[in-house]
């Protein structure tokens, strides 16, 4: 069985400032990652996937995130970020050969003026 | 292209009912998934379904049941609903791909369901 680690609940920020949103996971088997933004009375759209290559993905709205196999994480960046990205992200896995996903309880990314 | 729709946006029920939630992918997904997400938690995975057949199941007791249908739209069935069954139901839908879990999924916005 494999679980996510959202390690911060919430993460406030200052407009145009970097942000990094942390995300941990366990798996006894290869997986595919995934990052996903939820706003306010919506549902997820998909920031960006990794399923193999090159550990450095982009992904929409000038986010990014990098693949590490041996610290088992996949954490999410953006060098500045704009009030629009106030928002809810989740970290999800999914193990290779399954099609059941397992999804983190998520960080809330709260973007001040 | 149409986005992924689901109705209603807003439900309540009480404890012991039954509940048909409803869900429209967009045209061409042949896989459809449902997700509970409550409050403050991440979504977590029911079932799917790839041409009118369950794909894949999560912890998820047998009262909680689907359908899909030919023509792009599914439906969640939840009986004898019980008050932790309180949250927003997620439906999603994605192409066939050959790599089974890396499909990218479009989600649709969601039905509240309240029990009371």
């Known amino acids: 069985a494999q679980s996510v680690t959202q390690l911060d609940s919430q993460v406030p920020v200052f407009e145009e400032a970097p942000v990094e949103l942390r995300c941990n996971y366990s798996?006894?088997?290869?997986?595919?990652l995934f990052w996903y933004v939820q706003y306010p009375n919506q549902g997820l759209q998909l920031l960006l996937k990794?399923?193999?290559?090159?550990?450095l993905v982009k992904g929409i709205n000038g986010f990014e995130a990098e693949f590490n196999k041996s610290q088992t994480s996949f954490h999410l960046r953006k060098p500045s970020v704009h009030i629009s990205d106030t928002a809810e992200y989740f970290c999800a896995v999914s193990p290779g050969g399954s099609y059941i996903p397992t999804f983190g309880r998520g960080t809330s990314l709260i973007v001040h003026p | 292209e149409t986005g992924v729709t689901q109705s209603p946006t807003h439900l309540i029920k009480t404890r012991g009912q039954q509940v048909t939630l409803r869900c429209s992918s967009q045209s061409g997904h042949n896989t459809v998934s449902w997700y509970q997400q409550a409050l403050g938690q991440g979504p977590q995975f029911i079932f799917q379904?790839?041409?009118?057949?369950?794909?894949g199941r999560g912890n998820f007791p047998p009262r909680f049941s689907g359908l899909q249908f030919p023509n792009y739209s599914s439906e969640l069935n939840v009986n004898a609903l019980e008050l932790d069954d309180s949250a927003l139901y997620l439906c999603a839908s994605s192409l066939e791909s050959r790599l089974a879990g890396a499909d990218t999924q479009y989600f649709g916005p969601g039905t509240r369901l309240t029990v009371l």
């Open positions: 990794y399923l193999s290559g090159s550990t």
């Open positions: 379904y790839y041409r009118e057949e369950e794909n």
């Open positions: 798996s006894s088997v290869s997986v595919y």
